[in-house]
């Protein structure tokens, strides 16, 4: 009897199949959008949480414990140059790089503005670190080490300041006696990154000249290291602050509370996609399979009345309903997989909304990526969403009373 | 006097069958009190006016509806003390119903159709194949089989109704209007084919009909009149 139940769901799915073929392509659309959305949703959220560790944050940050209260020079870390050599033999250690760091006022002639100066060894830091601000350059070049007071700034400073590549400027800070200090330097290059706060906030020297004005030798106030996997950072950071007690040793979820956030709510945020888009499908469905037991009162009488009993009404209302869905959703899994295989290669540009973007700190170039558990929660999300749409027609159709349904004899 | 057990037992038989719709607000009496015998073989036809209560008394005997009073026997099974799925088993395998129009399942061809009620029965799918085939040839749908219904004409359609209500070996046919949108031709046929299987098979048919040519076949015809028996008359009727 299954067999027949079955097959009589099937044929009255192509009963209308003008009707059919919309819900068809309603729960396509639905799985692809599910699939698509989600995607590049994932996509948005790991190229932010990316493109911020890459950019600042580093997986695991070791500082002097005092440093961050009031940006002292005096706390450089304490034989910092070991530390780094020991730090890259270590197996868990990817990428090392130590720079230091000042807070200061930068001047032009037009305008001033509060930024982080960081000192870097743009010339022998091969590190991520360097790596990723170096990708972002849209004019000039990288200090270099021979050229004395040469300054990396971002485009929002230098229209803030109305600088431009090698203009001069001065950058006001407090050195390791306490006193103020200041230097002049020279715009060898300007970067745009995907995140405008950044490019105001943050200017980059070579670090001999930063550490020269600072008044101090090799100082190191920051060493940043990166791993092979984002999850391992906190394991990492629990052990280098065993081993450096006296040191401040914080993994990037302590640095970055909001990447920390993003990062933890990333499923729910994927899954809250998944759901909107879900119930769009379930009110589709119910309205289509409502429609088809409704227009169907007169044969669904008769059938009741010739003994066709509620069990198997209603597995055949819900069939209907589970072979359409079984039809549009494959093909939306396919459709959405393809989309995100091709939009993860070549990325979509949103440069259109740069502003807004970069504004929150987003990239404007978004790669989809999806990964297979996702697929397989949507095809489940989907399922049961036409399960549950097919419950009230379902339910609908077994109210019916037969000698009602059938308008009774005469 | 038919008993209530052995072979003699009554087809359909009711007791003081009484309906009252709106029992609390105003009152409509369906029926009143009707006491009807149908035995094996019969080929009764239900007559009489609108409102007259021939679409209740079928309703009950068909286990669509429930009286108010009195009782209802098929088979000796008094019905109106079935449960909602017991009711729907026993009109599964004790009653063919054959309607006036909506009686097939459009997607389903002549032989799906008629398959599908014996299927239900749980009977196995060869059996239900062969069955469907002799029935169909036997109400002369042998080179239709594989047609939809809205490929056959109304008449074909009520054919294979017939055949339908029969595969379920049913102790009797009800047949509302069967005829009410058929020609005189189709209606000529169709009336010969069931007369054929009432003779031949001694198959019960209870015709609910406002058609005098069904009338006309009829060898019983009970008239009701304000929800009351108002004349049964027996009668011999040229079968050809």
Redesign the interface.
């Known amino acids: 009897m299954l067999k027949y139940i079955l097959k009589l769901g099937w044929k009255n799915v192509w009963r209308n199949p003008t009707r059919s073929g919309v819900v068809i392509i309603t729960v396509l659309l639905g799985t692809w959008a599910g699939i698509f959305a989600t995607g590049f949703f994932n996509g948005m959220l790991n190229d932010y949480i990316k493109g911020q560790i890459n950019l600042t944050v580093g997986h695991v940050q070791i500082m002097y414990p005092e440093f961050e209260d009031l940006y002292n020079p005096n706390y450089a870390i304490p034989n910092a140059e070991n530390l780094i050599r020991t730090l890259q033999v270590n197996p868990d250690v990817d990428e090392v790089s130590g720079k230091s760091v000042a807070t200061g006022l930068a001047q032009s002639a037009r305008n001033s503005f509060g930024v982080t100066i960081w000192g870097m060894d743009i010339e022998n830091d091969t590190s991520v670190s360097v790596r990723s601000i170096k990708g972002y350059l849209e004019e000039g070049d990288f200090p270099e080490a021979e050229n004395r007071n040469q300054i990396l700034i971002g485009d929002d400073l230098a229209e803030r300041l109305g600088l431009e590549l090698r203009s001069r400027m001065v950058l006001s800070f407090q050195d390791v006696s306490g006193d103020l200090t200041a230097g002049a330097f020279r715009v060898a290059g300007i970067f745009d990154s995907f995140d405008s706060r950044f490019d105001e906030n943050f200017v980059v020297v070579n670090k001999a000249d930063l550490n020269r004005i600072l008044g101090g030798k090799n100082l190191t106030h920051n060493i940043r290291i990166d791993t092979d996997d984002l999850m391992t950072a906190g394991v990492l950071a629990e052990q280098l602050q065993d081993s450096n007690p006296d040191l401040e040793v914080k993994s990037w979820r302590e640095i970055a509370p909001d990447l920390r956030y993003v990062f933890d709510m990333q499923d729910l945020s994927l899954y809250l996609v998944m759901i909107i888009i879900i119930i769009g499908l379930i009110f589709s469905i119910i309205n289509t399979m409502l429609m088809a037991v409704m227009e169907r009162t007169r044969e669904l009488g008769m059938l009741r009345a010739i003994g066709m009993n509620k069990s198997r009404t209603f597995s055949m209302v819900m069939l209907e309903t589970v072979f359409l869905t079984l039809v549009g959703s494959p093909v939306g899994l396919l459709l959405g997989w393809l989309t995100i295989t091709y939009f993860g290669a070549s990325g979509i540009d949103l440069s259109a909304f740069s502003e807004g973007l970069e504004g929150w700190g987003f990239t404007t170039m978004i790669y989809p990526s999806l990964a297979l558990k996702y697929y397989l929660n949507i095809v489940l999300f989907v399922a049961v969403a036409a399960l549950i749409s097919a419950l009230y027609p379902a339910w609908r159709a077994l109210q019916l009373r037969p000698v009602e349904a059938i308008r009774k004899f005469n | 006097m038919p008993t209530q057990n052995g072979n003699n037992m009554s087809v359909i038989r009711t007791e003081g069958l009484t309906k009252v719709y709106n029992p609390d607000q105003v009152p409509v009496h369906a029926l009143n009190g009707v006491d009807l015998t149908i035995e094996k073989g019969e080929f009764t036809a239900i007559v009489g006016p ?1 409102g007259s209560g ?2 209740t008394l ?2 009950i005997i ?1 286990g ?2 429930e009286p108010t009073g009195g009782k209802a026997f098929i088979r000796g099974t008094d019905i109106s003390t079935l449960s ?2 017991e009711l ?2 026993f ?3 004790h009653i063919g ?1 054959v ?1 006036q ?3 097939l ?4 061809t002549a032989l ?1 159709n008629v ?3 014996m ?4 009977r196995p ?1 060869k059996e239900c194949r062969e069955k469907s085939i002799e029935l169909l040839e036997e109400v002369g749908l042998k080179d239709k089989i594989n047609k939809r219904p809205s490929e056959l004409s109304g008449g074909q359609q009520q054919r294979v109704a017939v055949a ?1 209500a029969l595969a ?1 070996k049913p102790d009797f046919v ?1 047949a ?2 069967p005829t009410a949108n058929l020609d005189s031709v189709s209606t000529a046929e169709l009336l010969d084919m069931m007369a054929e299987l009432n003779e031949v098979e001694d198959m019960t048919f209870i015709f ?1 009909t406002h058609d005098q040519r069904v009338i006309d076949r009829a060898r019983r015809v009970i008239t009701l009149v304000d929800g009351k028996i108002d004349s049964d008359e027996e009668r011999t009727v040229d079968s050809g």
């Open positions: 609108s021939k679409t079928l309703n068909g669509l509806d909602d799925r729907i088993n009109r599964l395998n119903f309607f129009s909506f009686n399942i459009p997607v389903l799906e398959s599908f009620i299927q239900m029965q749980g799918a339908r379920s009800l509302d209007e609910s």
